[in-house]
Protein backbone atom coordinates (compact mmCIF):
# COMPACT_ATOMS: atom_id res chain seq x y z
CA UNK A 1 0.00 0.00 0.00
CA UNK A 2 1.70 3.32 -1.12
CA UNK A 3 -0.15 6.64 -0.90
CA UNK A 4 0.82 10.47 -0.60
CA UNK A 5 -1.77 10.72 3.02
CA UNK A 6 -1.21 9.53 6.32
CA UNK A 7 -3.01 6.63 7.68
CA UNK A 8 -3.88 5.98 11.21
CA UNK A 9 -5.71 2.21 12.33
CA UNK A 10 -7.21 2.34 15.52
CA UNK A 11 -5.27 -0.80 17.51
CA UNK A 12 -7.51 -0.28 20.62
CA UNK A 13 -9.17 -3.73 21.36
CA UNK A 14 -5.82 -5.37 20.41
CA UNK A 15 -2.83 -6.22 22.48
CA UNK A 16 0.44 -5.51 20.58
CA UNK A 17 3.31 -6.17 22.69
CA UNK A 18 6.42 -3.88 22.24
CA UNK A 19 8.25 -6.94 20.83
CA UNK A 20 5.40 -7.68 18.26
CA UNK A 21 4.97 -3.74 16.98
CA UNK A 22 9.20 -4.42 16.48
CA UNK A 23 8.86 -7.46 14.66
CA UNK A 24 5.79 -5.61 12.75
CA UNK A 25 7.77 -2.68 11.61
CA UNK A 26 11.37 -5.31 11.21
CA UNK A 27 9.05 -7.30 8.63
CA UNK A 28 7.68 -3.88 6.61
CA UNK A 29 11.32 -2.21 6.64
CA UNK A 30 9.71 -0.26 3.58
CA UNK A 31 6.63 1.56 5.54
CA UNK A 32 7.45 4.02 8.12
CA UNK A 33 5.45 3.01 11.24
CA UNK A 34 5.01 4.59 14.68
CA UNK A 35 2.12 3.90 17.57
CA UNK A 36 0.48 6.77 19.45
CA UNK A 37 0.12 6.44 23.17
CA UNK A 38 -3.90 6.26 22.15
CA UNK A 39 -2.95 2.66 20.64
CA UNK A 40 -3.01 3.65 17.47
CA UNK A 41 -0.79 2.69 14.51
CA UNK A 42 0.43 5.43 12.13
CA UNK A 43 1.67 4.73 8.44
CA UNK A 44 3.23 8.06 6.68
CA UNK A 45 3.62 8.23 3.17
CA UNK A 46 7.54 8.75 2.18
CA UNK A 47 8.61 12.98 2.13
CA UNK A 48 8.99 14.71 -1.00
CA UNK A 49 12.36 16.21 -2.33
CA UNK A 50 12.10 19.39 -0.81
CA UNK A 51 11.10 17.56 2.71
CA UNK A 52 13.82 15.40 2.36
CA UNK A 53 16.30 17.81 1.88
CA UNK A 54 15.50 20.14 4.61
CA UNK A 55 15.58 17.31 7.09
CA UNK A 56 18.90 16.24 6.23
CA UNK A 57 20.27 19.67 6.08
CA UNK A 58 18.85 19.94 9.94
CA UNK A 59 20.38 16.42 10.45
CA UNK A 60 23.67 17.39 9.37
CA UNK A 61 23.80 20.77 11.45
CA UNK A 62 22.81 19.19 14.55
CA UNK A 63 25.44 16.50 14.02
CA UNK A 64 28.63 18.86 13.11
CA UNK A 65 27.22 20.60 16.47
CA UNK A 66 27.04 17.22 18.13
CA UNK A 67 30.68 16.36 16.55
CA UNK A 68 32.35 19.41 18.12
CA UNK A 69 30.97 18.69 21.94
CA UNK A 70 30.62 15.07 21.96
CA UNK A 71 27.51 15.41 24.38
CA UNK A 72 25.07 13.01 22.88
CA UNK A 73 23.98 10.83 19.92
CA UNK A 74 21.86 12.31 16.96
CA UNK A 75 19.44 9.62 15.40
CA UNK A 76 17.53 10.08 12.06
CA UNK A 77 14.18 9.86 11.16
CA UNK A 78 14.18 6.24 10.88
CA UNK A 79 14.86 5.85 14.75
CA UNK A 80 11.86 5.10 16.90
CA UNK A 81 11.92 5.44 20.23
CA UNK A 82 9.20 3.61 22.71
CA UNK A 83 8.15 6.82 25.42
CA UNK A 84 7.92 6.13 28.70
CA UNK A 85 4.55 7.08 28.58
CA UNK A 86 3.75 4.88 25.70
CA UNK A 87 4.05 4.97 22.16
CA UNK A 88 6.51 4.79 19.42
CA UNK A 89 7.74 7.66 17.76
CA UNK A 90 10.11 8.55 15.36
CA UNK A 91 10.69 12.14 15.14
CA UNK A 92 12.70 13.70 12.04
CA UNK A 93 15.81 14.09 13.85
CA UNK A 94 16.55 13.61 17.42
CA UNK A 95 19.30 14.25 20.07
CA UNK A 96 19.85 12.08 23.55
CA UNK A 97 22.38 12.95 25.99
CA UNK A 98 25.46 10.72 26.41
CA UNK A 99 25.00 9.47 29.64
CA UNK A 100 21.32 9.13 29.08
CA UNK A 101 22.20 7.06 26.31
CA UNK A 102 24.73 4.81 28.13
CA UNK A 103 21.96 3.92 30.67
CA UNK A 104 20.39 2.11 28.22
CA UNK A 105 21.52 -1.84 27.58
CA UNK A 106 22.93 -3.27 24.37
CA UNK A 107 19.47 -4.47 23.33
CA UNK A 108 17.89 -1.61 24.16
CA UNK A 109 19.55 0.48 22.31
CA UNK A 110 19.69 -2.15 19.02
CA UNK A 111 15.95 -2.08 19.27
CA UNK A 112 13.38 0.54 19.79
CA UNK A 113 15.52 2.16 22.61
CA UNK A 114 12.76 2.49 25.45
CA UNK A 115 13.54 6.39 25.91
CA UNK A 116 12.33 9.96 25.29
CA UNK A 117 15.37 12.15 23.52
CA UNK A 118 16.22 15.44 25.38
CA UNK A 119 15.49 17.28 21.98
CA UNK A 120 13.70 16.58 18.77
CA UNK A 121 12.82 18.29 15.76
CA UNK A 122 9.73 17.64 13.43
CA UNK A 123 9.72 18.91 9.96
CA UNK A 124 5.92 19.70 8.82
CA UNK A 125 5.92 18.11 5.39
CA UNK A 126 3.43 19.40 2.70
CA UNK A 127 0.89 15.79 3.43
CA UNK A 128 1.40 15.99 7.23
CA UNK A 129 -1.43 17.47 9.51
CA UNK A 130 -0.36 20.28 11.79
CA UNK A 131 -2.98 19.33 14.61
CA UNK A 132 -0.89 15.52 14.49
CA UNK A 133 2.15 16.84 14.63
CA UNK A 134 1.45 19.16 17.67
CA UNK A 135 -0.41 16.22 19.59
CA UNK A 136 3.05 14.37 18.69
CA UNK A 137 4.96 17.29 20.27
CA UNK A 138 2.70 16.77 23.64
CA UNK A 139 3.89 13.16 23.88
CA UNK A 140 7.43 14.12 23.55
CA UNK A 141 6.74 16.63 26.51
CA UNK A 142 4.60 14.18 28.38
CA UNK A 143 7.71 11.17 28.06
CA UNK A 144 10.29 13.94 29.44
CA UNK A 145 11.08 15.90 26.45
CA UNK A 146 13.34 19.14 27.34
CA UNK A 147 13.22 20.75 24.22
CA UNK A 148 11.54 20.73 20.82
CA UNK A 149 11.30 22.66 17.22
CA UNK A 150 8.11 21.94 15.45
CA UNK A 151 9.07 23.79 11.51
CA UNK A 152 6.06 24.63 9.95
CA UNK A 153 6.88 25.91 6.30
CA UNK A 154 3.67 26.10 5.65
CA UNK A 155 2.69 29.05 7.68
CA UNK A 156 6.21 29.99 8.01
CA UNK A 157 6.58 29.38 11.82
CA UNK A 158 8.18 27.52 14.87
CA UNK A 159 6.69 26.51 17.55
CA UNK A 160 9.22 25.65 20.34
CA UNK A 161 8.00 23.13 23.07
CA UNK A 162 10.18 23.15 27.15
CA UNK A 163 8.66 21.31 29.63
CA UNK A 164 5.99 23.55 31.79
CA UNK A 165 6.01 26.05 29.49
CA UNK A 166 3.82 27.74 26.74
CA UNK A 167 4.14 26.69 23.29
CA UNK A 168 6.43 29.56 21.74
CA UNK A 169 5.68 30.58 18.27
CA UNK A 170 7.98 32.47 16.37
CA UNK A 171 8.13 34.11 12.68
CA UNK A 172 10.36 32.07 9.83
CA UNK A 173 13.28 33.15 8.94
CA UNK A 174 14.79 32.49 12.41
CA UNK A 175 17.70 31.61 14.26
CA UNK A 176 16.77 28.93 16.94
CA UNK A 177 18.76 28.34 19.82
CA UNK A 178 19.53 24.29 21.27
CA UNK A 179 19.36 26.71 25.08
CA UNK A 180 20.94 24.53 28.45
CA UNK A 181 19.75 21.51 26.07
CA UNK A 182 21.95 21.61 23.10
CA UNK A 183 24.54 24.21 24.49
CA UNK A 184 26.21 26.58 22.16
CA UNK A 185 24.14 24.90 19.22
CA UNK A 186 22.16 27.25 16.46
CA UNK A 187 20.21 26.59 13.98
CA UNK A 188 19.69 29.23 11.31
CA UNK A 189 16.49 28.99 9.37
CA UNK A 190 16.40 29.65 6.00
CA UNK A 191 13.54 31.49 4.21
CA UNK A 192 11.14 28.05 2.77
Same mark, same amino acid.
Given at each position: ?17 ? #? ?40 ? *? ?45 ? #? ?21 ? &???? &? ?5 ? #? ?24 ? #?????? &?????? *? ?12
Amino acid at each position: MMTSETVVLSLHDVNFSD #EQFYQLCQVNRDLKLERTVQGELVIMPPVGGLSGNREADFIT *DLNLWNRQTKLGKVFSSSTIFRLPNGGDRSPDAAWVKNDRWESLTLE #EREKFPPICPDFVLELRSRTDSL &AALQ &AKMREYL #ESGLRLGWLINPQDQQVEIYRPDRTV #EIIELP &ATLSGE *DVLPGFVLELPVF
